[in-house]
Each structure stands twice: as C-alpha cells, then as structure tokens.
C-alpha cells in the first residue's frame, strides 16, 4: 500500500494535482473539503454544522474529520493506496492518521508539498472562484481567514512528518504539467524505496 499526502496551503493545487495523481498511481483520492462539501449539499446534520465554520474561512472541528476519514478508510478496504487531500489539517488530525493507519499497516509513504506565495493564492482562488461555484473563493476575506488558518494550524503538521523524514517541498508555481512532472519523481522514487522494502513478517 502506498499512501501520499499532497499538503500545501488553499489555492496550492492540491485539488488539481490530485486528479493527476490519482490517474497515474491508481490512488483512492480522499478530499475531506470534497467530503464536508457532499455533506452539505446532501443537507445531512454533519454539513450543516460543517458549513458554519467553512462559510468563515475557519476548519471543521478535528472530530468530525477525523470521523469521517475513518469511515472512508473503513469503506475501502481493499484500496491499493490513499492520496490524502486537504487532510490532515491540524496536528491532531495527523496524529489521529498516524493511528488509524496503524492498524492497516500502512503507514504515509510520503508528504509532498506544494510552496505558493501567498499573493499568487490570493490570486487563483479569485479566479477559481469564478466558476468554481465555491462560496470560500468569492470573498477576499474568507480566503485571507483560510490562508491564516492554515499559517496558525496546518503549517505544523508538515513539521510532525518531518521528525519521520516524510516531507518532499516541490514547488508549487509553475505550468501544471512542469508541478506535475517534479510530484511525479519524487513519488517514483519513494515507491521504489517501499518496493525494496522486505515484507513484514
Ligand atoms: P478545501 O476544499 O480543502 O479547501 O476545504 C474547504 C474547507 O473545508 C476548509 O476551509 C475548511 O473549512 C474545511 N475543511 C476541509 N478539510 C478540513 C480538515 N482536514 N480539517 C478541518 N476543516 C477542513
């Protein structure tokens, strides 16, 4: 099994580059923003308390996530891999991961994270907001509250992988296909690691 996580701030490409990914490697993709985003328009009691916090820029308290990403991993058993996106978001949230994956013996084989300057974030999630049809990527101040959530809380989970030497930066500016190309080596080469490793007993 290999699992990868693409990490970076909103607007990084995580979403983009998933799709990619996913098409090469055969990975389930697991988009937790996707996930609350389904609660939503499904309109169940999970979406309406999620939207909340959404609608202000701000995360989702850690135990529905983490709820919810149990479920999914329960769901799918037999996957060939994860590609985890936009999760986890808080170091409890990773830790909780770490621990649910345990039991799959299936640990993450590699963080990869995409480096933006904050303007050229600004930038695009404007312009996705154009047609993405997302109210968070139409008003400025709800994508600077998410940039700021993500420099308050999420910047440290890249930090609770690098004490397990888990993270590749790659950086995130650039033609779609060039990011994708720099994602696509640094997996190749971890999955030839994981491949050389001997099976546990
Ligand atoms: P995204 O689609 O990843 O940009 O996520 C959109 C919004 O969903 C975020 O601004 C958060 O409010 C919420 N969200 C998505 N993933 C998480 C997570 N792992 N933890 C907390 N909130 C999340």
């Known amino acids: 099994m290999f699992n990868l996580i693409l ?20 990975l389930r993709h697991l988009s937790t923003g996707d996930l609350l985003r389904s609660e939503i328009s499904r309109q169940t009691a999970l979406g309406v308390e999620a939207k909340k916090f959404m609608d202000k820029g701000q995360l989702v308290p ?18 060939t891999g994860f590609l985890f996106d936009g999760f986890p ?29 904050e303007d050229e974030l600004v930038k695009r999630l404007l312009k996705r907001g154009q047609t993405s049809g997302r109210s968070d990527d139409t008003n400025e101040q709800v994508i600077r509250a998410r940039i700021e959530e993500y ?27 060039e990011i994708f ?9 971890k999955k030839k690691i994981v491949q050389e490793l001997p099976e546990p007993l």
């Open 7 to 26: 990490f970076g701030p909103p607007g990084s490409g995580k979403g983009t580059q998933s799709e990619k990914l996913m098409a090469r490697y055969h």
């Open 62 to 79: 850690d135990e529905v996530v983490i709820g919810m990403i149990s479920t999914v991993l329960d769901e799918h058993k037999n996957a």
């Open 89 to 117: 978001r808080t170091s409890a949230q990773a830790e909780a991961l770490d621990k649910l994956l345990e039991f799959k013996q299936a640990p993450i084989s590699v963080m990869l994270a995409l480096e933006v300057s």
């Open 151 to 177: 420099r308050l809380k999420t910047e440290a989970v890249a930090d609770y992988y690098r004490q397990f030497n888990k993270v590749v930066m790659v950086k995130g500016e650039g033609s779609i296909e």
């Open 181 to 189: 190309r720099n994602l696509c080596q640094v997996i190749d080469q």
